[in-house]
């Protein structure tokens, strides 16, 4: 987006797991969320210029789920739109629709419910009705298939894994200590060769975040910025069959993207942490290959790096492996980035950050890939 | 933003009541096939996929865009899928506007298909976009929601059925020209009077038909357009406002809106006018394609978009404006419009696909003569979010 406006994060709101008290409808969350990003950006609603949200109407049970969150995050008199494809793509439509010059703000706001009676019952609805629906084919499922083609495209990828998983926990309990158990019991089989244990159960998320030109941001003194550097985005066909589902060629597109606009040269050494999708652990391999962190013959080796302590910390927030709002994980991951950038990660908080990588995946098997270059202050041109 | 926005390509279905021949990813393709031909393009050179989809519901299928993804060429490219409901079609085109405007790519599709007429009942589906607890048990429909806005704007500005008629008349007369539009025969105020009553005063010839169908619109940089010196119709304006959700916050004492006129429609067009740079409409507006899915809605949107007076538009059309062949003035839908043709995921799309063909000049039939400017709208959910957009040669 060379020439155009410059974007940045100048909101956050994470609620990662909200508590289901009874009191409180969606429509007051997203009002609260609303309010509490507004403020968190030192900004009021008078600010808003527009809005873009992200939602599974099978998860909300309305057909156009849009229609209800409107008024609470602000969008009546207001040019509001949804991208149902993946939370997400609220972000990268909401960073478009600045840098285009048509606004000078958006908010950007997804949620995932857990008050379905059933959330593979309702992602079995988006198989297709005539090959996979009668499989069942959740997304649970898709990604245990994935999980399997791994295992026999990489050996030890399943060893591997559980490492991957026992850091993600570890993190997520240090990051959300109300919430998370750094050691969770092993689970029996869930769907072969997941374990139960090994994705955690659906919770009830909202995230929320607020977008401004450079311009507006200087002008109103706004601060602290996370600037988005490189943004891509990519999808993979919908059929499990046409793909190799041990590789990732959308991310890798979506990666190219963003580092070619951001100047990252070498991924390696860019950056100073990154939060990848991994819904199950497999999932995070796949991306830190997908990323060019670690190619599948360097994990072994290189996943030290990755740690807390290491050269370039992934998922200090324990990812989707601690906390698993199911359909605002993506934007999650971006939010995080943002907000540790920001130096508003709080106890997971990396000092001295200034570079972030943000991976998000969504829908079958990671179908839908994202990828936001982040700087804090004034950023950095080049890698 | 940099240089201009302008559509290089056009596709568009024959909108039938069924399209058995055809799965919902086949009636995508084909809007897309026609589109690329249009435009004379390569899949390679599309950067970026808009998908235009609204209730998942309507195709059967959860997040069904995810099924689209081969057929709009997709694969490993920038894809992200738009619903506002009914609005959703114009929100996808601003969306792919957006990409371009904002510099991430030169080239974008937008594409959709919808499948209205084989989802069974699309009234049950839309029962289902009001609020569980108050106003989905009532039972609400789009139908009766909007033949209270009828009853109102009677109320209000002493609309009659018959100027009701009139434009079910002048719409099904356009509609005859125009091969892409479901509902071609043409009918008279006698007949639409005697139709089935549905909603008063909302009767069967009232109400738009349930089509299955697709659309697409590539859109490109005026630098890349340029480039290879193709023909372009520009969008020179465009913007969304929204209503509120709650029905009741439409009605009664202390009503926040008024159910009678379209103010969040009205600002909209105020908006995208502003960026066009147009200052009189009624003189400027050559051409308009509205979204009315009710016979009575047609009057608020010509007003709204700032074509007559409040309560000024059944008498306008009474003597003879609005129709293709007036002697002065927009024509409005000379499509047929929605009313003819409501393939729910793309018809949005369909009025900026027919208001560019017009400026454009190559209508057919249904021809505007002389037509240069453009304008179009969507609304979605329940009267609550509307896109505009100005389109000029």
Redesign the interface.
Known sequence: ????PRVGVVGVVIWPCLPDDGRHSLEEQLHRAMQATLADAGLGTEDLEGIVVAS???YD????S???A??PLG????????????GE?AF??G???I????FRTQLVVSWSPTEASSIPE??R??A??YFHRRLPLDELAAAALQANVLEHAVPGAGALAEQVLASGRRNGARAFPDLVQAEVPRGGPSRWPLRHDMVPPPVTGVVALMLADEAFIAERGLGPVAWISG?????????LG?RDLATA??LS?AAA?AYGEAGVTDARAAFDLAEVSDVTPYQALIALEGLGLASRSEWQARLAEFAPDGRLPVNLSGGIAALNPVYCTGLIRIAEVANQLRGRAVRHQKQGARRGLAHAAS??AM??QTVVVLDAGAGRTAA | MTGRVGIIGIGQSNFRARRDDASYPDLVREAVALAMNDAKLDFDEIEAVVYSLSPDAMVGIGNAERLGVDAVGARNKRFLRINTGGATGISSVATAWTHVAAGACDVVITAGADKVGECGDSQTVLNKIWDPMYERSLPLGTINMLAMSAVRYMHKYGMTQEDMARVVVKNRRHASKNPHAHLRKETTIEEVMASRMISWPVKLFDCCPQSSGGAAMILASERWIKARGLDAVWITGLAHSSETYYMGDRMGRGYTADHADAHALRASFRKAYAMAGIKDPRREVDVAELYAPFSNTEFHAIEAAGLAGLGESPAMLRDGAFALGCDAGAVVNPSGGVLCTNAIAVTAMSRIAEAALQVWGRAGERQVKGARLGIANGNGGDHQFFGTMVVEA
Not at chain 1, 99 to 102: D, P, R, T
């Open positions: 987006m060379a020439g155009r599974n109407d099978q049970g309305r057909a156009i849009i229609m209800m409107s008024a969008g009546v008199d207001r040019d509001i739109l949804s991208t149902p494809s993946a793509h990268v439509l960073a478009l629709r840098a285009s010059g048509q309702a992602q609805l988006a297709d009705p943004l891509g985005w990519a999808t993979e066909p919908a059929f046409d060629p959308a597109a993207q829908g079958p179908q839908y």
